[in-house]
DNA sequence: CTGAAAGCGCTTACAG
DNA sequence: CTGAAAGCGCTTACAG
């Protein structure tokens, strides 16, 4: 079932069915109707691969989303999904797989798509100009920027939160509560990902009041699952390393860690207490409940959409926003 | 940059660049660098929507997901990329949002994609025959059947637990360890959905033991929403009902109640014992542990695809498949 | 308001 | 091994 039969059934040309699909208004009201009973008879649905090489432009946005599972995400895209629409564009999503290529995704999703711009959830962002150089709309990196990546600030555009800044106020706040053995919990230090950038955020804070950091304090795990964080700081632990707190750069590091204390017999925050990043929901759940430092989801989506939009629309030029982050108080600091 | 492009610069025909890029085996070692040289030069990427329009057919295998936050679907989806890619196939996945349609994406997909066969993962499946009608490849639905459709066994295959018989042996064990009133955690009862299904379970289990299932013990909140749960079970903790057990018929609410009991002083499992179906990752890790009969993750995904590939390759008909749960046994039974 | 025709960027028999 | 040409299913000026 293609547009020629409706074409064919419904007695008109395939430019008129084409019309009528796409609610052009100079069609009589007669042949519409005519033509939509075929349609809905025969249930006929146009193919979009067709529809999109046909169009010479689209009014398309397109989202790409790194990482399927990531509970933090989720009010993001929802974010971006509304305002997207609310400006007038369409959103195209996809999402691709850890070990895949954002820049080739976007790439192809541009020529296929025929986007008008993208946004990148949660991607590195360490590229080169010359890797930029793969897609030609303007796009924007929504939740980490180019922190490691050697882009000048005219070429790019970002949202996302100061990741070094958070991670020193978190572990400023530990000390100001007394606390002189402040383990860190982060995934693979030297990965130019976001775990580094917060790691440096927690040696500015005990360098600037006169720490050291130490290699045994450093509880570095496989990835950013909660079951690697799990064993990794049972791990740890077996060591018998004095600490009274631990610094976790990500809310899911910190609820695998609070499970492997708890099976210790360390109380949390009785014996150590506990502050992450990131403020995902069900990290609110646990007991105790989980003191982090809350992206600001929404407003990381709808900036970025916002940001995007005036680059589409030549109202604005590259830039790099940074968001301030909330606290939110649980139950997992003490003061000593 | 397009395909002619590319063909006008490396001095070769249209075809051939095709070819080489499509890995044919009939192309001279010598054009085939020459041209791919070019590719990489310029950077090319071909038009996907071109490719599958210009293709007659593909070795596409369709995954529809629905609901894009779903932490249970992360590892069923890895199984199913596996296999596919392990059969042979292609997987093009497109998640879809709770609202969406998903026949109507799964029948968009078939045509643009020009798939060969569908997996819904986690959608309804209170179908009709003629709803079905809109998708002409085989399907199989995965993680849930057509308890509350009216298909009959021949025109659709799913993969999937026993829903009530699951929460029916929840429920009996809940009974068997001396609690007598045994409170149920759903989201609304009566839409059709798994929620209702684990229900049935529930009354089945009661009545069998002799006890009449009533008004007051039934917990229903407006979603699946771990907030949801919470805010849903505080109002209902305040009615002041006696109770002993919950059994909540997911995970995710399950994790919500946990901390409504909390902040009124209930502890768990002492003064009430919790149990859920779905065995998601992170329940593992709440304090106490959830126990909860888990659903073979692995298993579902690999016996969908397994399905699919034989009623794709015709050695196979419309089967109902139904996988066992595995009961995980953590810390929120007590025996009374 | 409607239709014929060119074009979007590919693939794929068909010849050679 | 290589190329010319038709075709995939749409959209969109261009005429009328």
Redesign the interface.
């Known amino acids: 079932m293609t547009i020629k039969d409706i074409a064919k059934i419904s007695g008109v040309s395939v430019s008129t069915v084409s019309r009528v699909l796409n609610n052009h208004p100079d069609v009589s009201e007669d042949v519409r109707r005519k033509v939509m009973a075929v349609v809905e008879e025969y ?1 006929y ?6 529809r ?2 046909g169009q010479s432009k689209s009014d398309n946005i397109g989202l790409i989303v790194r990482g ?2 990531n ?1 933090f995400y ?1 009010s993001i ?1 929802h974010e971006i999904e509304q305002d997207i629409e609310k400006a007038g564009y369409t959103l195209v ?1 996809q ?1 691709i797989g850890a070990t895949e290529d954002e820049l ?1 995704a976007g ?2 999703m541009e ?3 025929r986007l008008l711009g993208l946004i990148f959830l949660g991607g590195r962002l360490d590229y080169t100009k010359e890797q930029i ?2 897609i030609s709309v303007p796009f924007v990196s929504c939740s980490s920027n180019n922190a490691y990546g050697s882009l000048d600030d005219t070429c790019y555009s970002s949202v996302s939160i100061d990741d070094t800044q958070t991670a020193y106020e978190a572990v400023k706040e530990l000390y100001k509560e007394g606390h002189r053995r402040i383990a860190v919990l982060l995934a693979r230090p030297d990965d130019g990902s976001v775990s580094q950038i917060r790691y440096e955020g927690y040696v500015k804070a005990l360098t600037e009041v006169g720490m050291v950091p130490t290699e045994d304090l450093i509880m570095s795990v496989d990835s950013y699952n ?2 690697d964080a ?1 064993h990794g700081t049972k791990a740890w632990l077996d060591k018998g390393i004095a600490f009274d707190a631990i610094f976790a750069i990500a809310d899911n590091l910190a ?2 860690a ?2 492997a204390l ?1 099976e210790k017999g360390i109380i949390v925050p009785k014996d150590c207490s506990i502050v992450a990043i990131d403020g995902i ?2 990290s ?4 105790p ?1 989980l003191s982090t430092y809350c992206q600001p989801m929404e407003e990381l989506g709808k900036t970025s959409v916002d940001l995007l939009i005036d680059l589409i629309e030549k109202k604005g030029e590259h830039r790099q926003i940074i968001l301030p982050t909330i606290f939110r108080e649980g139950e997992t600091i003490a003061v000593r």
């Open positions: 249930n649905i146009p193919n979009n691969s067709a999109s090489l399927i599972s509970p989720t895209i999503m999402q080739l790439a192809m020529r296929d798509k150089a793969a909660i079951a799990y609820m695998g609070m499970r708890r929901e069900v609110e759940y646990m007991a409940a």
